[in-house]
């Protein structure tokens, strides 16, 4: 039940192109209130151009295409720096698989740092080619002063008329001399028709029966298009039950294996009851460790435990590449099929990274491979039982990077995206972890985000970048040992 984030290199790949200006026409804000599509598709900028003044020495559109900064962190590679009386226009090409009639809605996520809009006015506007002319969408109202400040801002309906002769165009700049601004993030978000913008309970009939269901095999995959919450408790249900989490309006749960950690498993028609609400429940369980409490401790060899995981002196790190851990892993699988669970949630896969770079007498980079390899194996065994059975493994999004990882993995679990302990993750490998967490998503995962903090201020930072970036957000304390619910961010 803990972790630690991965710290791996980032690259970045220019791209700069030419787009053609159109007539301004001075409109207010049509809808300036911030949203946040679910389940929606990304559009990164194609091509930037600046129409007049200027931007950053070196800087390009690669840099708009995924948030990495927060606080007043200043990295001169991840962001834009727009000079004082600048304009410039970005441009974003629907998917090929993607047809303009399809659009449902769209929004404009944006990571903002500079002046405030009483300091100085940055505005950010739309083409809209039915009407000819750029519409002002909003403009930097909701931004702290010199702070990266991130929000989401729905563009009017119809979206079409942003389609209907082309591609999507932006356009961001100001009149004004005051003063330079920056942005990290400016991306194009479209909800596609069909699927669930957030605004639906799930259909209880969306469920997965239990695993040892005779049809199994019959059964369509558990589609994730209806996850727009979740929770995640692991210890301290009440009365040792789970009538709070199938009373809440979370359609998703992450929940211990077992009630008690030990042996105390949930059974198969509690899951029912839970599932019978429209929700999916994971089962969590670790992978790279186990704790002294569980009930397989004395089944794993001496030789086989590689020291005390820091911070956590009864659990364990182990050699999660040896045979001998195989049984323990597949009878945790098998105990989460039997009781009906959705899925499972896979802790402690950092363990390739924490543990000594030559454990397994080789180097960090086939560590790496070794525990692609065991979830590639949960995830072979667990669908050859039940091919709607989900596989979302916690943290080193950077594992995407090797051969099967994504093919065998249904989502990613993501701790401390933008708070720890109501401390900001400002470090390099926060942003780090955030850029890969977006590769993960916009390869079509679901990727949930775990944050922990109690200040309403973090709380609702973390929730609106985590939408922002297309994940599901959650945050809560760190011990996880409560369900919960965030005024006004959680469904209630």
Same mark, same amino acid.
């Given at each position: 039940?803990?972790?630690?984030?991965?710290?791996?290199?980032?690259?970045?790949?220019?791209?700069?192109?030419?787009?053609?200006?159109?007539?301004?026409?001075?409109?207010?804000? +049509?809808? &300036?209130?911030? =949203?946040?599509?679910?389940?929606?598709?990304?559009?990164?900028?194609?091509?930037?151009?600046?129409?007049?003044?200027?931007?950053?020495?070196?800087?390009?559109?690669?840099?708009?295409? %995924?948030? /990495?900064?927060? *606080?007043? +962190?200043?990295?001169?590679? +991840?962001?834009?720096?727009?000079? $004082?009386?600048?304009?410039?226009?970005?441009?974003?090409?629907?998917?090929?698989?993607?047809?303009?009639?399809?659009?449902? =809605? $769209?929004?404009?996520?944006?990571?903002?740092?500079?002046?405030?809009?009483?300091?100085?006015?940055?505005?950010?506007?739309?083409?809209?080619?039915?009407?000819?002319?750029?519409?002002?969408?909003?403009?930097?109202?909701?931004?702290?002063?010199?702070?990266?400040? %991130?929000?989401?801002?729905?563009?009017?309906?119809?979206?079409?008329?942003?389609?209907?002769? *082309?591609?999507?165009?932006?356009?961001?700049?100001?009149?004004?001399?005051?003063?330079?601004?920056?942005?990290?993030?400016?991306?194009?978000?479209?909800?596609?028709?069909?699927?669930?913008?957030?605004?639906?309970?799930?259909?209880?009939?969306?469920?997965?029966?239990?695993?040892?269901?005779?049809?199994?095999?019959?059964?369509?995959?558990?589609?994730?298009?209806?996850?727009?919450?979740?929770?995640? #408790?692991?210890? #301290?249900?009440?009365?040792?039950?789970?009538?709070?989490?199938?009373?809440?309006?979370?359609?998703?749960?992450?929940?211990?294996?077992?009630?008690?950690?030990?042996? *105390?498993?949930?059974?198969?028609?509690?899951?029912? /009851?839970?599932? =019978?609400?429209?929700? #999916?429940?994971?089962?969590?369980?670790?992978?790279?460790? @186990?704790?002294?409490?569980?009930?397989?401790?004395?089944?794993?060899? =001496?030789?086989?435990?590689?020291?005390?995981?820091?911070?956590? &002196?009864?659990? #364990?790190?182990?050699?999660?590449?040896?045979?001998?851990?195989?049984?323990?892993?597949?009878?945790?699988?098998?105990?989460?099929?039997?009781? *009906?669970?959705?899925?499972?949630?896979?802790?402690?896969?950092? /363990?390739?990274?924490?543990?000594?770079?030559? $454990?397994?007498?080789?180097? !960090?980079?086939?560590?790496?491979?070794?525990?692609?390899?065991? @979830?590639?194996?949960?995830?072979?065994?667990?669908?050859?039982?039940?091919? %709607?059975?989900?596989?979302?493994?916690?943290?080193?999004?950077?594992?995407?990077?090797?051969?099967?990882?994504?093919?065998?993995?249904?989502?990613?679990?993501?701790?401390?995206?933008?708070?720890?302990?109501?401390?900001?993750?400002?470090?390099?490998?926060?942003?780090?972890?955030? /850029?890969?967490?977006? !590769?993960? !998503?916009?390869?079509?995962?679901?990727?949930?985000?775990?944050?922990?903090?109690?200040?309403?201020?973090? @709380?609702?930072?973390?929730?609106?970048? %985590?939408?922002? $970036?297309?994940?599901?957000?959650?945050?809560?304390?760190?011990?996880?040992?409560?369900?919960?619910?965030?005024?006004?961010?959680?469904?209630?």
């Amino acid at each position: 039940m803990r972790h630690t984030l991965a710290r791996l290199s980032l690259t970045l790949f220019a791209v700069l192109a030419a787009c053609h200006e159109a007539p301004e026409v001075g409109r207010e804000p +049509e809808n &300036p209130e911030a =949203a946040a599509l679910i389940n929606a598709r990304t559009l990164t900028c194609s091509a930037l151009q600046v129409l007049r003044g200027s931007i950053g020495s070196g800087q390009g559109a690669q840099a708009l295409a %995924s948030q /990495t900064l927060s *606080g007043t +962190e200043d990295r001169w590679a +991840e962001y834009v720096e727009f000079a $004082a009386n600048s304009s410039a226009t970005c441009t974003y090409a629907l998917p090929q698989d993607v047809s303009a009639s399809a659009i449902q =809605a $769209a929004e404009v996520s944006i990571n903002y740092r500079g002046p405030t809009r009483s300091e100085m006015r940055w505005t950010f506007e739309a083409w809209d080619y039915q009407a000819g002319a750029w519409v002002v969408v909003s403009d930097n109202t909701f931004a702290s002063s010199w702070r990266w400040t %991130s929000t989401s801002l729905a563009l009017p309906s119809p979206v079409g008329r942003f389609v209907s002769g *082309g591609p999507f165009k932006l356009r961001y700049g100001t009149t004004s001399s005051a003063d330079a601004s920056l942005l990290d993030l400016l991306v194009v978000r479209i909800q596609l028709e069909g699927t669930d913008a957030g605004t639906s309970t799930p259909d209880a009939g969306s469920s997965t029966p239990d695993a040892g269901a005779s049809d199994a095999g019959t059964v369509p995959p558990v589609p994730w298009e209806g996850v727009t919450s979740f929770t995640y #408790q692991l210890t #301290q249900y009440s009365n040792d039950r789970l009538d709070q989490i199938a009373a809440s309006k979370f359609n998703l749960a992450i929940i211990e294996l077992s009630r008690d950690g030990s042996n *105390g498993y949930f059974r198969s028609d509690e899951l029912t /009851t839970v599932k =019978a609400t429209g929700k #999916q429940v994971l089962a969590y369980f670790e992978i790279g460790a @186990i704790e002294e409490y569980r009930p397989e401790w004395s089944q794993v060899p =001496a030789d086989m435990k590689l020291g005390a995981v820091d911070g956590w &002196p009864d659990e #364990q790190y182990v050699k999660y590449w040896d045979e001998r851990w195989w049984p323990i892993v597949q009878g945790r699988i098998d105990q989460a099929l039997a009781a *009906g669970f959705n899925g499972c949630y896979l802790d402690m896969v950092v /363990t390739y990274e924490e543990i000594a770079a030559n $454990a397994a007498g080789t180097n !960090r980079d086939d560590l790496a491979r070794k525990m692609v390899a065991l @979830i590639s194996r949960i995830s072979q065994y667990a669908k050859s039982k039940n091919p %709607s059975f989900r596989v979302m493994p916690q943290n080193a999004p950077e594992l995407i990077d090797y051969a099967g990882y994504l093919d065998a993995i249904d989502g990613l679990g993501m701790e401390d995206m933008y708070w720890s302990d109501d401390v900001a993750c400002s470090a390099d490998w926060c942003a780090e972890n955030r /850029t890969n967490a977006a !590769r993960v !998503r916009a390869a079509g995962k679901l990727v949930l985000s775990v944050d922990y903090a109690v200040q309403s201020a973090h @709380i609702a930072d973390a929730y609106t970048r %985590s939408r922002a $970036a297309g994940f599901v957000p959650y945050v809560s304390v760190r011990a996880l040992n409560k369900m919960t619910v965030n005024a006004g961010w959680d469904p209630q």
